[in-house]
């Protein structure tokens, strides 16, 4: 409940987390903006240098496709996620088909590719969202080429009968769940991820007994939570989680477009975390992650930018950089000498979110002449 009787309410009904979050997906301008994209066609195709499991670098692609969306999204949905943005609710099997065509016939049959990330918006393997068949596809093709393969799902999906089917159409697979946070209550009232840590550690058991390779996403700076909360609590996360898994995927938080993450922020109530807050987070649990024979990845989505986890704009390249590369090399050399004027702000704000009573945190939102931002909120 974001209002209610009571105290300070009034007789209006309370809301819910729920409304507030689908309020935009709706409008008149929501819906023509999804149905202006080709339902034939991949959201995108492209390569990106990563590792295999035992460690050999290499190259691969990831596709994204067109889907029907994710099934908790048309109950509730993440406070977080746009994917909403990139659906449409009529896609047939015919159109799954051709975008899988399209992304074969853009990388020449993933030539040069030695992994491949198909990602869908949603859960990889739930029938409401993609016809059972063109998964079994894709599974197939995949493994006939021998892709290494990596998709997504959320943990009450992984159910023992679906993830044995997964196994036996593409074996050793990486199975990509986003967990968020190692926190029930972060996940139900941060988050309102629809699903607690108890389900996901059930679904990593399963995932093991079927010989599945698992990743663990962690959202690095719910919305609601302060940069140095976010900072402690992640590192945290990140230790325990890794005892679970074969790689933790830690995303910064970016601010998607007509999520509730954007009202808050263009309400100036949030600010995306800062690239200091993940090196830190890095530096401070990379002993530990790697006696687990864990891999720790982060890659910064619109890293730099203001909608992205950023700096002060000077060190920006130079430290998206640093983390971008040390996702790749696991080296934690990567960091040695990078320095900026904007570490003592930062530093500043850690101190203060752990010595005020600012639960949601006491930096600025945003970066910029304090005068201009005033003017031009
Ligand atoms: S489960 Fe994943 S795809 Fe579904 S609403 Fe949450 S973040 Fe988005
Ligand atoms: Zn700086």
Same mark, same amino acid.
């Given at each position: 409940m974001v209002s209610a009787k009571g105290l300070l309410g009034g007789d209006s009904k309370p809301t819910k987390i729920y409304h507030l979050i689908k309020a935009l997906e709706n409008t008149p301008e929501s819906k023509s903006y999804r149905e202006s994209w080709d339902a034939s066609k991949p959201v995108s195709v492209f390569k990106t240098p990563e590792t295999l499991p035992d460690g050999t670098p290499c190259t691969a692609v990831t596709v994204i496709l067109r889907t029907k969306g994710c099934a908790w999204w048309w109950k509730s949905g993440c406070t977080f996620c746009g994917y909403f943005n990139d659906v449409? +609710? +009529?896609?047939?099997s015919d159109d799954m088909y051709s975008q899988w065509e399209e992304a074969k016939r853009r990388t020449n049959d993933f030539e040069g590719c030695e992994m491949a990330k198909v990602y869908t918006s949603g859960t990889f393997f739930e029938d409401r969202e993609n016809p059972p068949e063109w998964q079994e596809t894709v599974l197939r093709e995949t493994f006939e080429r021998e892709l290494h393969l990596v998709i997504e799902a959320q943990a009450q999906m992984c159910t023992p009968e679906k993830l044995a089917w997964v196994a036996k159409h593409h074996p050793g697979c990486t199975v990509a769940i986003g967990l968020e946070a190692y926190d029930d209550r972060v996940l139900r009232f941060h988050v309102n991820k629809g699903f607690s840590t108890k389900q996901w550690h059930k679904a990593v058991d399963i995932l093991r007994d079927n010989g599945l390779r698992v990743k663990t996403y962690l959202l690095f700076k719910p919305p609601f939570m302060s940069e140095a909360d976010a900072l402690n609590h992640t590192t945290s996360w990140l230790r325990q989680v890794a005892h679970h898994s074969d790689e933790v995927s830690v995303n910064p938080m970016n601010i998607q477009r007509k999520t509730l993450v954007d009202r808050l922020y263009r309400n100036r109530e949030y600010r995306p975390p800062w690239l200091w807050s993940l090196i830190e987070m890095i530096q401070g649990s990379h002993e530990d992650i790697s006696q687990l024979e864990c891999r720790l990845i982060v890659h910064p989505t619109a890293g730099g930018k203001v909608r992205g986890a950023h700096n002060c704009k000077i060190c920006d390249g130079e430290a998206v950089a640093a983390i971008e590369r040390y996702s790749v090399s696991g080296d934690i050399g990567e960091f040695t000498n990078l320095d900026c004027s904007c570490k003592a702000v930062w530093r500043a704000e850690l101190d203060n979110d752990s010595s005020l009573p600012t639960p949601l945190g006491s930096g600025t939102f945003r970066r910029g002449n304090p005068i201009d931002l005033a003017r031009a909120p």
């Open positions: 449409r +609710d +009529d896609i047939t």
